[in-house]
């Protein structure tokens, strides 16, 4: 059974910094490609960063900067640093579990709550 648990979301205040985690069992963690995805309110869910099974990243330009995605493969963990962070990055914080090789092997977790306020 595959399963992927976020921790490390929480209220913080502008400008703060946040490191969520996301740790995955039940696949070859290895072969995978991580990413974090966010969903706010009322609105479409939309990619944060994505890491390969390389290394590479990719980021949305809104980010950009401030969020740093890493993976230790030994401890089958995807991280998301947060700094500087916004009212605008408020959302539930979900993490995802792609095999590029099979599209159908796509895998989310629960979500992890960040909520940026004074």
């Known amino acids: 059974q595959v399963q992927l648990a976020e921790s490390g979301g929480g209220l913080v205040q502008p400008g703060g910094s946040l490191r969520l985690s996301c740790v995955a069992s039940?696949?070859?963690?290895?072969?995978?490609?991580m990413g974090w995805y966010r969903q706010a309110p009322g609105q479409q869910r939309e990619l944060v960063a994505t890491?390969?099974?390389?290394?590479?990243?990719n980021y949305a330009d809104s980010v950009k900067g401030r969020f740093t995605i890493s993976r230790d493969n030994p401890e089958n963990t995807v991280y998301l640093r947060m700094n500087s962070l916004k009212p605008e990055d408020t959302a539930v914080y979900l993490c995802?579990?792609?095999?590029?090789?099979?599209?159908?092997?796509?895998?989310w977790g629960q979500g992890t709550q960040v909520t940026v306020s004074s």
């Open positions: 039940g696949i070859a963690f290895r072969l995978y490609t």
């Open positions: 995802n579990a792609l095999n590029p090789y099979s599209a159908t092997r796509n895998y």
């Open positions: 890491i390969a099974t390389g290394g590479s990243t």
